[in-house]
C-alpha cells in the first residue's frame, strides 16, 4: 500500500464530514465525478471501504470513523507545521504568546518588562482557545488556566488561587459567605453544566457566550447562569450587581504556562523561565499565590 497523500484525507474529510457527495464537491471547489473517483480509489488503496452509499444518504463505516479522526489530526498538523515554517523563515521573528485577556493573574506585565528575547505577539482568544493555538501553530506558549488537555504538552504552574462562584448579588445565596455545591441545585454553568456538579470547564470555543467578558457579567447579574472563576479574576472585576463567594469543594484554580513538548525553541525556553521568576516574586497586595 503506498503512503497516503493530503490531498486524498482533504477530500475523504470533505465527504465524511457533509456526508454528501454534491456538498463536498461544492465545498472543495471540484466536480462531483473525480471526487467519487477518488475516494473509490482511496478504498481500494487501504482495501476496505470507508463509506456506505445508498441513493439516498452516505454514511461513514466503521473503518471510515477511524480514518476520519486520524486525518483530521494528520490535516491539522500538517497545517501547523507549514505555519510554523512560513513563520520560522519570516525576516522579523517574533514570539506568539496566547492568552485569554483578563486571566494572566496580572503576570503578563511583569513577564513582558523583562523578556527581551524577541518581539512578543499576544494571540488572544476565549476560555479553551489557548491550546488550540499552540497545537495548530498561531501560538508559541500560552498561559492557559486549568483545567486542559495538556496531552503532547509541556507546562509548569504558575500561580494557584481558590476558585469563587459568581452569582447576582440579589441572590439569596449571596447572604451566605460560603457556598457548598448542593446549594446551587437547579443553577447553570456557562458551559451548559449543572452548577451543582462543580464542572469548571470552560466553555467550548466560539460559544456565543464566552466572546466578552463584560457579557458573561451581564448574564450572571440576571440570573442567566453562575459562573466559576478564579479570585483573581473576581477582584480584577468588582461589580454591585455580582457577589463573589468561596466554594471550599472546587479544587485550586491555576494558571499554567504551556509549551509543545516537541518545541526546542531557545525563545520559548526563555519566556518559560522569566515567567516562573516573576510568579516567584511575591507581588504586593496579590490574591494568588506563586509556586514554590
Known sequence: MSELETRQL????????????????ERLGIAQPPLSKAIRDLERQ????????????????????????????????AAAAARRARRAGHPEQKLRVALKADFDAGLLPLILDAYDALPVEL????????????????????????????????????????????????D???????????????????NG????????????????????????????????FVWFLPAWVARRFPRPNIAYRPVPELAPAALSVAWLAESRSPAVAAFVRIAQQVAATP????????RR
Do not use: C, W
Open 193 to 224: 453544566a449543572r452548577a451543582d456538579s462543580g464542572n469548571a470547564t470552560p466553555p467550548p470555543p466560539g460559544s456565543a457566550l464566552v466572546k466578552d467578558l463584560s457579557q458573561l457579567f451581564n448574564l450572571v447579574e440576571v440570573g442567566e
Open 283 to 290: 507581588q504586593l497586595d496579590s490574591p494568588v499565590s506563586g
Open 123 to 170: 494571540v488572544l482568544g476565549g476560555p479553551g482557545d489557548q491550546v488550540p493555538a499552540l497545537r495548530d501553530g498561531r501560538a508559541d506558549v500560552a498561559l492557559v488556566p486549568t483545567p486542559f488537555d495538556g496531552h503532547g504538552l509541556d507546562s509548569e504552574v504558575l500561580v494557584t488561587g481558590p476558585l469563587l462562584v459568581a452569582l447576582p448579588a440579589a
Open 10 to 25: 482533504r477530500y475523504f474529510v470533505a465527504v465524511a464530514e457533509e456526508l454528501h457527495f454534491g456538498r463536498a464537491a
Open 172 to 190: 439569596p445565596l449571596a447572604a451566605r459567605t460560603t457556598i457548598r455545591l448542593r446549594d446551587l441545585a437547579g443553577r447553570r454553568l456557562p
Open 46 to 77: 487501504l482495501g476496505v471501504q470507508l463509506l456506505t452509499r445508498t441513493t439516498r444518504q452516505v454514511s461513514l463505516t466503521t473503518a471510515g470513523q477511524t480514518l476520519l479522526a486520524d486525518a483530521r489530526a494528520v490535516l491539522d498538523a
